[in-house]
Nanobody, 125 residues
């Protein structure tokens, strides 16, 4: 099992940057592939980025590609989401999520075995 705690959300102006962190506890973090999802009010939860167990394979949604970067540091049991050039449409609750059983980047809700509680990101115009 793994427990996930997100941090780093907040209020920023359009064009600004944030770095989200997902701190994991439990054995063994490197055994899990990890994704970032977001959910805006009235919308479905969607995948924005995901990373494989080793960090060698990554996925990005078309809406964020080139602006967001996912990375992981297995030695620190942490996954990051660097968010640059933020837009108002990026406003959402962002969730860290972990999958077991396979090594590839998890991008579907049914891939996920563990969820964090989420962190709010608000981008003002």
């Amino acid at each position: 099992q793994v427990q996930l705690v997100e941090s780093g959300g907040g209020l920023v102006q359009a064009g600004g940057s944030l770095r989200l962190s997902c701190a994991a506890s439990g054995r063994t973090f490197s055994s899990y592939s990890v994704g970032w999802f977001r959910q805006a009010p009235g919308k479905e939860r969607e995948s924005v980025a995901a990373i494989s167990r080793s960090g060698g394979s990554r996925y990005y949604a078309d809406s964020v590609r080139g602006r967001l970067t996912i990375s992981r540091d297995n030695a620190k049991n942490t996954v990051y989401l660097q968010m640059n050039s933020l837009k108002p449409e990026d406003t959402a609750v962002y969730y860290c999520a972990a999958a077991r059983g396979y090594s590839g980047p998890p991008t579907k809700l049914y891939d996920i075995d563990y969820w964090g509680q989420g962190t709010q990101v608000t981008v003002s115009s």
